[in-house]
């Protein structure tokens, strides 16, 4: 069989040999639905007609990359406004996720975005999350939209049931999701600043030999806000960035995530030295206007300068890590630092109270371990059957265990889902934690209904089940074992669902 590089190096092209690359074209998306391997093998013969030598028409190179671009319906104009990314902050960007410049997201993380369950359903509060890498952040997403739609939407304690969450309409899904982005970016930016990034229809910069370009973020475009309740207009506005098929839409949105954490100042500034976000800039092009000064769009001329990147980012992290995602089976996942910036707007890379200055030992360390600060609105569980079988838990501390709102996201067995109840003095009347329900929702297509599940820590312990056949999932459902993190001993009733996880 003729070496397609050969193909594409020629300095002209045959019929059979266009024959030939259209066959090409169906490989890559057969490709679609394989291992991260299988597309980063794609991506290498990608990189292959990017050569020099590579004669191939503009047509065809394309169409070779069409399967990860983003539409054109999802790319806003250049003259938005906004600031367009430097090559400086794409390559710092790359370094804080993965460790280094040449690591690109899969097609699995490229096709993700934030889809919503059918409208005025019995999920139609939810998100779909297929597995994989994504589902952490899709899991976090859901969790605050969950936080809205019974605790900040209505003050009214009588919607705040299953009910109400079964009557969620497309626009009312649109402005829940657009909320709870606003929400988690605006806590990243410490309450003060937060930075969204769009896709634009151009290229912002020319990659150099040290970076690995995407096609996707060499086009992003930053806007800068300081005033969170347009933030989130903002966002409504362009909300087809985010929950539409082809937008990368998770991408986006961890990318505006690390933005808001970290970039406040790390952008392109004008000469007096302070951010300048949509509202700042479309302000200083009026007063320009009335000078007699035309200023529109990417026109608008600046003296800009290049700040530090990263240093709030950087100090949040420490010694056992420091980039966000990792390889594991396949694809990338989330560092338990990513999730708790998610969830605490902070990125501590452990789930424990505090920092820690000392080993098991007492013995000072060198660098102290950064764990979690502040209690959040949302809190996480987590239980591995894996660890617990090795005698190696992981003990989260109780600023995660016991949030302001009852909405955990769980990490089960290394699979993300949610659990919550519809009740919100459940956390602050001790009472209530002797017998209540909480919701299980895992995200997954197959799952049709919310799981209700009744939790009782009053009146009696629990025990395993007998008829195990010898399988620990039966014996020890991981659900269960999880709750019991959090109510240790509790007796959980499936109130006839079959237990599932």
Known sequence: MVDYKQVLASTTLQPSRLDYIELLQQDVKQIQDRSFEGVQALEDSEDASRTPSAQIPQSYAHQLILPYSVPCTLSIAPSLGGYPVLPELAMSLRKILFGNTFYIFSYEWKKSFFKFRKPCSALSYALEAEKGGPRAIQMAVQAHIIKHLLFTQSADPERCNMEALGKVSEREQENALATALADILWKAGENCTATVALVTSEHCFTPCLDYKPDNFTERLQLFIFKKKEKMKIFIGEHIQCFNEEGSHGVILFLYSLIFSRSMARAVRLPPGGLSMGVEQRKGEEKRQNRKGK??????????????????????????TTTHLLYFSVGNFVCHQALLNLLLTGRASPNVFNGRQLHDEHGTSLVHPLNGVLTRGDVGYLYWSREQTE?????????????????????????????????????????????????????GQPSQGNTTVLTIDTHSHHWEARRDDHGDPERRFPSVEMTIRTKWEGAAVDWNGTVPFF
């Open 294 to 319: 035309q200023v529109t769009g990417t026109g608008f001329e600046l003296c800009f300068h290049f700040f530090p990147i990263y240093p709030r980012l950087q100090e949040d992290l420490d010694l």
């Open 390 to 442: 090795h005698a190696a838990e992981t003990v989260v501390g109780s600023m995660l265990k016991t949030p302001k709102l009852p909405i955990w996201v769980c990490n089960i067995n290394g699979t993300y889902s949610v659990l919550f109840s519809t009740k919100r003095s459940l956390l602050s009347d001790w009472k209530m934690e002797h017998h209540f329900h909480l919701c299980f929702y895992n």
